[in-house]
C-alpha cells in the first residue's frame, strides 16, 4: 500500500467501558463477534458488534498488514451458481452461504430466513469477493436496522491518516457500514488504507474519483472513464456503489423550480453531463455492463437519488417521484443479472410525509432494502441536524426502511471532525433502535429491559455499561457527584437523599407485601375496615427513606 | 425580596445574533414582540419571541426591580364573570380578553379562536393574576406546539442566582414556559426571584416544598400543609401548578410489577401517603377545595400523571391508564369550577405506541391540552436522552399533543447546567417544530423555505442567522473554513470548490434556460433531433464550476 506520511497511523483499541469481545460458536465452525457487557449480578447481557478485531485485546493490530481475512476460504470454496458468484443467486439456487449462517447468528434468526429474504431482494449481503476481511452483515427489513457512517476526505480538508481512524472509531460506536466519500487527493490510496482494515462493508460513489480524472469537468466525463473507475474500485474490493442512474435528462428540468434544485452532488453531475451532450445518461445507457461488471465481483448497487428532496419545500415531488420509477425499473435489470440492490432515499421531508416514501419504495422497487439519508424533518436547525434527521430517520425505519444513512451536527457546515462521526452514529443507533423496538424485533427490548431494572436496583456502573456510550454516561454522572461512593449511592443528584421516587417506590412496595396490601381487592378490603387500624401501627412507613442512604 | 449572596446576579442580555427585538403593533393599542431577522437582501423574517426584555438593546434589567408589569391595567380593569376571573370564565362568557388578542397576534389567528379554544378546554392560558410580568401564551393543539424547561436546585447542587440565570437563559432559546422544581433549601425565595423576573408561565410541583415543610417525610404529609403551600405558591403568582391527584390508594398495587415502578416524584410521595395512612389520596378527596383556590387566581390546573411509565417495559399498562381515567374525571370537576386543565403524560413509550397515548387522553379528558414528558422512545441511551424523547416528543405533538416538557443530556444522570439546558430547549423546539410542519401550521414553513432559499443561494449569513441557533451554526461553519470571506464562498467545505452541488444546479439552470431546455416537452423535442448539435457548442456547459469561486 502507498506509504502513510504517519508511520504508524493511530486507531482506537480495546474494548468498550465495561465489555469485552466474546465469539459466539456458530454452526460449521463459525466464531462470531459479539459484545459481552458484565454485570455486577454475575450475570452478563451480550449485543451485537460492529467493531472487529479492534475491540479485542488477544488480537493483534497492524494496519500494514491489514485485518485478517475471515471470509477468504469460504469465497475459495464456493463454485458459481449460473455462472454468477453472488450472495443472490446462491440464495436463487437455495444455497445458504456461510455468510448467511455468519448472519443468522448475529441476528438471532434462522439462517432460511437471511436466505429466503435475498433469493427475494427484499434483503442484501454487501460482501465483495475482493474484500474478504468483512464480517458478514445483512440489510433488510426483517433484520435489525442498519446504520451507515459516511467519512472522506475533500479538497479543503483531511488526510488518509484522519479517514482510517474514523472508519475505526465509527465502527467502535456501532457503524454497519462506512461509506468513503472522499473527493480530494489520494482518493485510491485512502480507499485502500480503509478496505484492508475495515471489519464492515465499505460503499463508495465512483462518479466522484471519476469527475477527479476529468479535473472535475462534469461535460468531460464518459463512460469508458467511469466503468474503468468502477472496475478499479471492484478490484479493490468496495461491498457496495452508489450509482444515481435515475437521473434522466428529461427530469432535470423538474428540478428548475425547486427551492434547493439538486442537492445530490452525484445528481448534479450527471444532470450537467446530461444537458452539455443533450444526451441520456451514461449511466442508464449502459447500465447492463455495469451490471456485468459488479456481478462478477458481487458487489450491490445502491442505486442513488440524485433528485432527493434538499429542503421541506422539495420534498416528494414530481423530480423525486420520477426518479424513483426509474430506480424501479433498474432494480429489475439488477435482479435479472443476479445483481443485488438497494435503493437510496430522501433527504429532507416533514413528518407527515414520510411514510408515503417508504410505500411508494416499496411497490415500484420490489421491496428492494430502502436506505435513507435521515431524512431532516425541518431545515431551521443547522448545527443539529444529528437530531433533526434522527427524528426522520426512526421513523422512516419504523415504517420499513432497512439501514440509515447518519447525519452529523456538522450537516451543511462542514466536514465531520471524529466527535462529530461519533455524536453522529450513536444518534442514528438511537433512531435504529427506537425502530427495532417499534418492529418488536425478537432481540431489541432485553437491553432496554436490562438497562432500566439497573436503574431501578440503583446498579449505576450496569446502567452505564448497558448504555450506547458509557464513557458519556459516566462523565455526565461525575459532573455532579464524582464521588467513587456515588456511583452505589441509593440516589442521584437530581433529586438528592431524600426525593428519591425509586427509593420511595421500594418502600412502597416492602410495606405493601409486608401487610399484603399487593392487590387492589386487598386494598379494598383493607379500606372497607375501621380507620385508623393502620395509624395503630404508627399510621406511616418506617421512613425517612433518608435511613437508606 | 431575599437578598441574594450576589448582588449583581448575572443573566444574559441583548439580542440573538442577527436579529433585534420588534414590536408589532396589535389592536387596542397592544404590542407583541417579535424577533426580527434582517437578510443580507434587505428583507427581514419574524419570529415567536419568547425571551421578554432581556433580548431587547432599549429595556433596562434590574432583577431586584423585576419586569414591568405588562397585564396590571388589564386585569384591574376586568369585571369578574359569575364571580370568576378566569380566562375560562370570560371565554364560555364570550368575553375576548387582552390576553387572547395578544395571543391571537402571537399566533398569526383570529382571536375569536383562542376564545373558542379556551371556552371548549381544548386550550388554556396559564395566566396567574399575580404573575401580571408575563406575557400571555396559548397551548393548545390548535396552536404553535410549545415547549417547557425544567429548572431547580436540589439538595445537592445550585443556588438562587444560578436557577434564575437558567429561567432567562431558557427562554432565550425558546421557552414557552418554566417550572421551578426546586427541592432544596430557599425554595420560597428562588420562586420570587424567578417569577417577578419571568416573561413567561411559571410551573411548579408544590408537593415538594410541603414535602420540605414536613422534613421529607411523606407520611407525615397533610391537605393542611398541602393547601397553605398552594394558597402561596398562588399568592406567589405561579401560573400553572402540577397535582398528582389521580394516584389513588387502589392503584398502588398495579405498580409492583413494573420494571421500574413509580418514577414520578409526586406520584411516588402520593403513593407512599395513600399506603402509610391506609386513606384515599387528599388531593383526589379534597379536590374541590383545590379548584376553589386555583379558581381564585386563575391557576391552571396541570394534572400529574404520577404513575407515569419509568421505561418501555412499562408503557402503556394498567397502571398508567387507570390514573388517566382519573385525570379525566378530575377534568370535568376542575371544568364546572371554570379552573383551566392540562393533562400531563408520559415518560417512556416506544414509537408504535405513542399515538395511543393521544387518543385515550382525548378521549377520557375531554381534549383538555395534552402536556407530555418526551416519551423517550428507548431506555439505553442515557447521556443522550434529549434525543431518544425529541424522537418521541416529535411524534407525540404530531399526534395532537399541545406542550413538550423537555429533557436535557443529564436526564437520568445528573443536574442539567446552563449548557445542558439551552442544548434541551434547542432540541424540543426542533421536535415541536417539526409537528408545527407535519400540522402544516400556516406560520410553520416559511422559515425553512427562507433559510433553504438563503442555503441555495450561498447567503450564509443569512443561513445562520434563521437559524434556531446562529451562535452554534457559525461556530461550526468556522471549524473548517474560518476565513471571513468563506462566509461568501460560493462553496462549503463539505465538497470544496469543484464539486459544490448547489453550484452545478445553478449552472445547470443557467444553461438549461439559455437553450430554452426548461421543460419535459422541449427536452424531448431536442433529442428527436440530429444529435452532435450540441457538441457543436462545444459540446459541455462551460463549467469548470471553479470559475465562479
Not at 438497494?342 to 422497487?365: A, D, F, K
Request: aromatic content about 6%; glycine content about 8%.
Amino acid at each position: 500500500m502507498t506509504a502513510l506520511q504517519d508511520a504508524r497511523p493511530h486507531v482506537t483499541t480495546g474494548p468498550i467501558r465495561g465489555s469485552h469481545k466474546h465469539h459466539v460458536e456458530g454452526p460449521a465452525g463459525l466464531r462470531v463477534p459479539v459484545r459481552r457487557i458484565a454485570l455486577s449480578t454475575g450475570e452478563h447481557h451480550d449485543v451485537y458488534d460492529t467493531s472487529g478485531p479492534y475491540t479485542d485485546d488477544s488480537a493483534a493490530i497492524d494496519l500494514h498488514a491489514g485485518l485478517p481475512k475471515l471470509r477468504e476460504p469460504w469465497i475459495a470454496g464456493r463454485e458459481p451458481v449460473g455462472g454468477a458468484v453472488t450472495q443472490l443467486a446462491h440464495a436463487r439456487a437455495g444455497v445458504v452461504t456461510e455468510e448467511m449462517r455468519y448472519i443468522a447468528v448475529r441476528e438471532g434468526v434462522d439462517a432460511e430466513l437471511v436466505r429466503s429474504e435475498v433469493a427475494r431482494g427484499r434483503a442484501v449481503i454487501p460482501a465483495n469477493r475482493r474484500h474478504p476481511e468483512s464480517e458478514p452483515m445483512v440489510i433488510g427489513k426483517r433484520f435489525l436496522v442498519k446504520v451507515n457512517a459516511n467519512i472522506g476526505n475533500s479538497a479543503v480538508t483531511s488526510s488518509i491518516e484522519e479517514e482510517v481512524d474514523k472508519m475505526v472509531w465509527a465502527t467502535r460506536w456501532g457503524a454497519d457500514t462506512v461509506m468513503d466519500l472522499s473527493t480530494g487527493k489520494d482518493i485510491h490510496a485512502t480507499r485502500e488504507w480503509i478496505l484492508r482494515n475495515s471489519p464492515v462493508p465499505i460503499g463508495t460513489v465512483p462518479i466522484y474519483q471519476a469527475l477527479e480524472k476529468v479535473d472535475g469537468d462534469p461535460a468531460q466525463l464518459s463512460w469508458e472513464v467511469y466503468r474503468d473507475t468502477v472496475v478499479e474500485q471492484c478490484e479493490q474490493g468496495v461491498d457496495y456503489m452508489t450509482v444515481h442512474a435515475g437521473v434522466l435528462l428529461r427530469y432535470v428540468p423538474l428540478t428548475a423550480k425547486r427551492v434547493t434544485g439538486i442537492v445530490s452532488r452525484g445528481g448534479s453531475i450527471m444532470a450537467a453531463w446530461c444537458l452539455a451532450h443533450h444526451r441520456e445518461s451514461f449511466l442508464y445507457t449502459h447500465f447492463v455492463e455495469l451490471c456485468e461488471i459488479l456481478r462478477r465481483y458481487d458487489v450491490t448497487f445502491s442505486l442513488g437519488d440524485g433528485l432527493r428532496p434538499g429542503s421541506i419545500a422539495d420534498a416528494n415531488d414530481e423530480a423525486q417521484l420520477a426518479e424513483l420509477r426509474t430506480l424501479g425499473e433498474l432494480t429489475r435489470v439488477a435482479k435479472e443479472h443476479d445483481v443485488q440492490v438497494m435503493i437510496e432515499g430522501p433527504g429532507h421531508v416533514p413528518l407527515h410525509r414520510i411514510r408515503e416514501n417508504v410505500e411508494l419504495e416499496e411497490q415500484w422497487c420490489d421491496e428492494a432494502p430502502f436506505y435513507t439519508l435521515g431524512p431532516l424533518t425541518t431545515d431551521i436547525a443547522p448545527g443539529y441536524d444529528h437530531i433533526t434527521s434522527a427524528i426522520g430517520a426512526a421513523t422512516i425505519a419504523e415504517a420499513g426502511t432497512a439501514m440509515l444513512c447518519y447525519v452529523t451536527p456538522k450537516e451543511h457546515l462542514g466536514l465531520p471532525d471524529r466527535d462529530d462521526v461519533k455524536t453522529g452514529v450513536i444518534t442514528y443507533k438511537i433512531a435504529a433502535h427506537a425502530a427495532d423496538l417499534a418492529k418488536e424485533h425478537p432481540l431489541a427490548q432485553a437491553r432496554d429491559d436490562a438497562l432500566s431494572a439497573a436503574r431501578f436496583e440503583f446498579r449505576w456502573l450496569d446502567q452505564f455499561h448497558l448504555s450506547l456510550d458509557p464513557d458519556t454516561a459516566v462523565a455526565f454522572h461525575d459532573q455532579t457527584l464524582p464521588a467513587e461512593p456515588a456511583k452505589t449511592a441509593h440516589f442521584c443528584s437530581m433529586c438528592g437523599p431524600k426525593f428519591c421516587s425509586m427509593r420511595i417506590t421500594q418502600d412502597v412496595r416492602d410495606y405493601a407485601e409486608a401487610h399484603g396490601l399487593t392487590s387492589v381487592e386487598a386494598i379494598e378490603a383493607g379500606m372497607a375496615q375501621e380507620s385508623g387500624r393502620f395509624a395503630d401501627e404508627g399510621g406511616r412507613i418506617h421512613l425517612p427513606v433518608t435511613d437508606r442512604t
